[in-house]
């Protein structure tokens, strides 16, 4: 199947700071990619849909001015958490739909905050 | 109600039981079905993904389809320690949309 990559694939910061996580789809270009949060044993949430070349698309309830989302290329995605608090400590993880079949979607490897 | 319901488990069987994974969902919009497994700590990997109703194979993983009971489901013959994971049911109703997640069922099996 087609890979995506994530960087980092966990990090740990202070309180206040901000954290850049990338997605990076290797062997095919994805116009678009989601972004997830999974908190412990329960179900992937969606974040927002990254566009390449426009703005994303944010769910409601997700701050659009702390979660900055920035679709650099065909092949790279970048999340932004910014003034990182404790409550943000979660999975985040991304995936894009192939340009073959565009239903079905391959998740990177999911990159670990914790915010101290 | 959630759009996607899924029992959460954990499901426990022996080694070689035959599983069973279902979910149902509620809007009859859904068009494409898939099944994803995760590991502990990692992204979730595709295992099955299904148009509209009936039945795929591959392997040990039987997926089916039910649009007029607005059900699926996920059977794996055979299992293996290796296979306990979480697994997630998804479903979208257009191609390249947005995937609507179940909650995930919880799977163990021992040896």
């Known amino acids: 199947g087609a890979v995506v990559s994530q960087h980092p694939s966990w990090v740990i910061c202070k309180s206040g700071t901000s954290v850049k996580i990338e997605c990076r789809s290797l062997d095919f270009q994805a116009t678009t990619m989601f972004w997830y949060r999974q908190f412990p044993k329960q179900s992937l949430m969606l974040m927002a849909t990254?566009?390449?070349?426009?703005?994303?698309?944010?769910e409601q309830g997700v701050e659009k001015d702390k979660f900055l989302i920035n679709h650099a290329s065909l092949t790279l995605s970048t999340l932004t958490v910014t003034s990182a608090h404790p409550e943000d400590s979660s999975f985040y993880i991304c995936s894009a739909p192939t340009s073959g079949k565009r239903e079905t979607q391959y998740f990177g490897p999911g990159t670990r905050l914790l915010v101290l | 109600q959630k759009e996607v319901e899924q029992d959460p488990g954990p499901l426990s069987v022996p080694e070689g039981a035959i599983v069973s994974l279902n979910c149902t969902y509620s809007n009859s919009a859904f068009q494409y079905f898939m099944w994803y497994r995760q590991y502990s700590r990692k992204g979730p990997e595709l295992l099955m993904y299904t148009y509209s109703s009936g039945n795929k194979e591959d392997g040990r993983f039987t997926a089916q389809v039910d649009k007029s009971s607005k059900y699926i489901s996920l059977f794996i013959r055979d299992s293996q320690p290796s296979d306990s994971a979480t697994y997630l049911c998804a479903m979208a109703k257009n191609a390249g949309n947005m995937l609507t997640f179940g909650g995930g069922t919880r799977l163990m099996v021992k040896p």
């Open positions: 990254s566009n390449e070349g426009s703005k994303a698309t944010y």
